[in-house]
T-cell receptor, first 110, second 113 residues
Framework: EDQVTQSPEALRLQEGESSSLNCSYT??????LFWYRQDPGKGPEFLFT???AGEEKEKERLKATLTKKESFLHITAPKPEDSATYLC???????????FGTGTSLTVIP | NAGVTQTPKFQVLKTGQSMTLQCAQD?????MSWYRQDPGMGLRLIHY???????DQGEVPNGYNVSRSTTEDFPLRLLSAAPSQTSVYFC????????????FGEGSRLTVL
């Protein structure tokens, strides 16, 4: 069964304190792994797509990496405006569905 | 571009009432879908469509109907609302390529009393 697990559920960081969020997945053939940011009361906003193990993508203070079993979202020197819930999703080779994790709620304290 | 537009943003229903959540996109996306988001459950797929006239069930389709008469619109119908359908609903669309990111609307918060 295709499955996505994110950890930790919640993370509190001091401004400037770097850390990583984890997304582990089991899927019968990975077509793509996606990271989204979701602010309270809003829809998820696309951040990155990763297609194969070893791939990395960067955007400002965020860097996403992918292995055969998991993905990491590294946050370098976070700022309070990085506070949000970060969602991971996978798309399998077979089928049209995206499978979402339950997210990591990140709070960055000034 | 407006992107994906959902209406209404908030709705309160009584058990047994019916309603339709509207979704429209102006990006010419072939693929449209409806998700529900509940605490601790993540986003779960209700129904999806790969083009006008074509719909299919997702992970949690019971109690919901959809139709796709145009490329732009994909309404979600609740025929007889139940308290278990209290949730936040998101419409999402994408191009129908081998892979591609989903674009989400702002969400519709539904409460069934």
């Amino acid at each position: 069964e295709d499955q996505v697990t994110q950890s930790p559920e919640a993370l509190r960081l001091q401004e400037g304190e770097s850390s990583s969020l984890n997304c582990s997945y089991t899927v019968s053939g990975l077509r793509g792994l996606f990271w989204y940011r979701q602010d309270p009361g809003k829809g998820p906003e696309f951040l990155f797509t990763l297609y194969s193990a070893g791939e990395e993508k960067e955007k400002e203070r965020l860097k996403a990496t992918l292995t055969k079993k998991e993905s990491f979202l590294h946050i370098t020197a976070p700022k309070p405006e990085d506070s949000a819930t970060y969602l991971c999703a996978v798309q399998a080779d077979a089928g049209n569905q995206f499978y979402f994790g339950t997210g990591t709620s990140l709070t960055v304290i000034p | 571009n407006a992107g994906v537009t959902q209406t209404p943003k908030f709705q309160v229903l009584k058990t047994g009432q019916s309603m339709t959540l509207q979704c429209a996109q102006d990006m010419n996306h072939e693929y449209m879908s409806w998700y529900r988001q509940d605490p601790g459950m993540g986003l779960r797929l209700i129904h999806y469509s790969v083009g006008a006239g074509i719909t299919d069930q997702g992970e949690v389709p019971n109690g919901y109907n959809v139709s796709r008469s145009t490329t732009e619109d994909f309404p979600l119908r609740l025929l007889s609302a139940a308290p278990s359908q209290t949730s936040v609903y998101f419409c999402a669309s994408r191009f129908w390529t081998n892979t591609g990111e989903l674009f989400f609307g702002e969400g519709s918060r539904l409460t069934v009393l």
